[in-house]
């Protein structure tokens, strides 16, 4: 017998063996009167009849054991969510809005009109896609006297789209806004899923139309399973795999459902192994990104549990490591710094992560979620808490966080935190960019946001795709960083060729991390990047945290030709101090000063969208280094004296050390026995005498009868120490962050 001839042979028999099942369809939705092909063995044994009535019937049934909630107690839910959320007016402006735009039975592909005669955009057909707003219709019904007309819309809306699938008629994932794209189906699904659950109790929602529903989210699951046999990078695979996963528990009475789950599940494993690194930050490197995949996983995760389907122990810590992560990075006020592509309140300076945390709290108990945690969750995600999960809101154990300062060694961001009280400063450091995915990285690249006094006093601005200064507002001009000329780090922009009004950069600086070290005394970060290396230009930057005064940040450039230096600062500033001082000050009286110890040349502001910068310059210099302070304070008499004869900041004196200093533009801060001290090659005191012969920057601390050399520069840096009284001199090489204790006797 022929190969080709036995392989027939052996797939008849498999096909015999499986009873004649069929595939589920992936590009026309099944009739409901032929769901029935479709069941498992399993399933039919537990239906008497096959008729819609009987069907439907036994679906409710299913639903309500394994849906979020029992749908039955929907009514007796909806007093609550409305109580908590009193967003009622909110869901009926957006349902007007949806009806007011598109017929029920709209067109799915451009172009197109809305109902008033203006052209529809790829923006707004990819959130069309998704259907949100179908779901504050459903919501406007219950609200408002039960119009049937509302209930009729949805369906004939999802017939609509039914129609423009088997015509062919629907915008395609080549056009960049596909509406069956593993994104916006994977939306779709949930909040069809999230409608359907609560229509089940309605009259008006037949009995066939639920049916019809059901063999439309099949289709559904199987465009998913189909299209997502491989990994890709990103969240649109991990949005659309959810919904897999979700339809493969709800709906396992059919076959193939179990392919769906075991593909979902895979794919899932998969991003979490390689999109969130082993320090527990998504690899994407955002708050709202990083949220936006606990959702993905939470909603699989809690079906599962609710199931009793079994989830591997490394997919569960992993999910726990995500919560953890935004305990690490959160400000003192319980809200987090805004990181790359955060888009949830366009020019906000703040994440709310309450509700993520919120979450986490009821998946996992812990009460250092619970800190963050509010008695309310993201009123989307309500309905898919279970009735028991909605009452351990009225009592979360919290406890307060212990992290102090810390590092994500592998996303790049890195936390010098004074403690968690509502007016202690932290700030972060960027210094990360994604190897696989930059898109929504914008040029930071070693830029710091700050908190002090309850206020983000270097902030960073959350943006919104469809804005036509997206760009602007993902560039260096709206970040706390140094800059070259009229360079900015990012360049090569590319919109989306979809119309959605995302965009990325094709080039941005390469980082390199060269020291991390936290102790009693400071914090320090120090690292490079190539971002100005085209126009001839090295760079890098230190930022050490004197603890729990302030912080001090050191930009260092080098060049055989001469450049204008800049530093860009975000904030509303004063600058009748010339660009030596410029001040903030908060409608509480507290603010923050940023001291120049090195003398600059200009300072000019800027600002949009009522967001504002100054931007202070060092002008026709090969070599320059700015020495800054950013020193906050509560009230008057606690900011920096401009008009004292001696610089003092807090306790520490601005070159008030007796000792003998040499270097180009030396500069020391000293308090009791402890000085830092920059662009030193000697430094001469009555005990000792350190000499370099490259300039370094240290930190040295006496105490007893020892000295503490530290180093704080960007390079090796070889010191050699001549002891008083001691005819020997010792010599070391230091590594940036690396520390030298010797006798003084």
């Known amino acids: 017998m022929k190969p080709k001839g036995f392989l027939a042979i052996l797939l008849l028999l498999n096909v015999i063996a499986e009873g004649w099942t069929q595939t589920i369809p992936s590009e026309t939705v099944v009739p409901v009167e032929e769901l029935s092909e479709y069941f498992t063995e399993s399933a039919r044994k537990g239906i008497s009849d096959f008729n819609d009535s009987s069907l439907a019937l036994y679906f409710r049934e299913k639903f309500t054991e394994r849906f979020f909630y029992d749908y039955r107690s929907f009514y007796d839910r909806l007093p609550h969510y409305n109580s908590v959320f009193k967003n009622q007016e909110d869901h009926r402006e957006r349902a007007l809005d949806h009806m007011g735009k598109y017929s029920d039975s709209t067109q799915w592909v451009l172009p197109f009109n809305y109902l008033n005669g203006d052209p529809v955009n790829a923006y707004a057909l990819r959130h069309l896609a998704r259907q949100h707003k179908m ?10 006297e039960k119009d049937p007309e509302l209930i009729r819309y949805f369906k004939n809306q999802m017939q609509s789209l039914n129609a423009a699938l088997h015509a062919k008629k629907y915008e ?26 609560m229509f089940l109790n309605e009259e008006e929602y037949s009995d066939k139309d639920q049916l019809a529903t059901i063999a439309t989210l099949l289709q559904h699951g199987q465009h998913l399973y189909e299209r997502n046999d491989k990994f890709k990078f990103g969240n649109h695979q991990t949005r659309g795999v959810s919904a897999l996963a979700m339809l493969a528990i709800l709906l396992r009475d059919f076959e193939g459902t179990d392919r769906w789950l075991d593909r979902a599940m895979l794919r899932l494993g998969e991003h979490l192994d390689r999109e969130i690194n082993d320090d527990g930050f998504q690899f994407e490197r955002s708050v709202h ?4 995949d606990i959702n993905n996983y939470f909603y699989v995760y809690q079906l599962a549990k609710l199931n009793s389907v079994e989830v591997d122990k490394e997919w569960e810590d992993k999910l726990r490591g995500l919560f953890t992560t935004l305990v690490k ?14 888009t949830e ?26 800190y963050f945690a509010t008695n309310k969750v993201d009123d989307r995600v309500y309905w898919f808490l279970s009735n028991e999960q909605v ?18 060694t592998d996303t790049h961001y890195y936390i010098m935190r004074e403690g968690w009280g509502p007016d202690d400063k932290m700030m972060i450091i960027s210094a990360g960019l994604d190897p696989d995915k930059p898109d929504h990285q914008h040029g930071d690249m070693l830029g710091v946001q700050a908190i002090a006094n309850g206020h983000a006093i270097l902030p960073n601005y959350q943006v919104r795709y469809s804005l036509k200064d997206f760009d602007l507002f993902k560039n260096s001009m709206v970040k706390n960083v140094a800059l070259v ?24 600086p390469n980082p390199d991390v060269i020291a991390w070290e936290t102790n009693e005394d400071y914090d320090l970060f120090v690292g490079s990047h190539d971002g100005f290396e085209d126009v001839g230009v090295e760079y890098s930057r230190q930022v050490i945290y004197v603890k729990d005064d302030f912080w001090i940040v050191k930009d260092n450039f080098s060049s055989d030709q001469p450049h204008t230096y800049k530093q860009v600062w975000q904030g509303h500033y004063t600058l009748e101090n010339g660009p030596d001082l410029i001040r903030s000050t908060t409608p509480d009286a507290s603010g923050h000063d940023i001291l120049q110890l090195s003398s600059l040349d200009s300072v000019f502001s800027s600002g949009s969208r009522g967001k504002h910068w100054s931007v202070v310059s060092k002008s026709n210099r090969q070599n320059f280094n700015f020495i800054t302070i950013i020193y906050p304070y509560r009230g008057y008499d606690n900011r920096i004296d401009e008009e004292s004869e001696e610089m003092i900041i807090d306790n520490w004196k601005v070159n008030g050390r007796k000792w003998e200093v040499k270097g180009s533009d030396p500069v020391s801060l000293s308090s009791g026995d402890e000085t830092f001290v920059f662009n030193v090659k000697e430094l001469k005191s009555q005990r000792f005498t350190i000499q370099s012969p490259e300039e370094a920057d240290l930190f040295i601390k006496i105490l007893d009868k020892q000295i503490f050399i530290h180093s704080l520069s960007t390079r090796n840096q070889t010191i050699n120490l001549f002891v008083k009284n001691v005819s020997k001199k010792s010599t070391i090489t230091l590594k940036s962050g690396e520390v030298w204790v010797q006798n003084l006797d």
């Open 289 to 292: 990104y990083h949220m936006s």
């Open 172 to 197: 395609t994932i080549e056009d960049g806004n596909g509406v069956y794209e593993a994104f916006r189906s994977g939306y779709r699904i949930l909040n069809w899923l999230w409608i359907h659950n």
């Open 391 to 408: 009452e351990m809101l009225e009592n979360i154990d919290k406890k307060r966080p212990s992290y102090g300062s810390l590092a994500f």
């Open 135 to 144: 779901v504050d219709i459903a919501l406007h019904y219950f609200n408002d």
């Open 345 to 370: 309140i366009p020019w906000a300076e703040k994440n709310d992560i309450s509700g993520a945390m919120t979450l986490g709290y009821l998946l996992f108990e812990d009460p250092e979620f619970g």
């Open 485 to 508: 000329d009229d360079q900015l780090q990012g360049k090569e922009w590319r919109s989306n060729k979809g119309g959605s009004g995302f965009g990325k950069f094709g080039k941005l």
């Open 329 to 342: 990075v959160a400000y003192p006020d319980r809200s987090a710094p805004v990181l790359q592509d955060d």
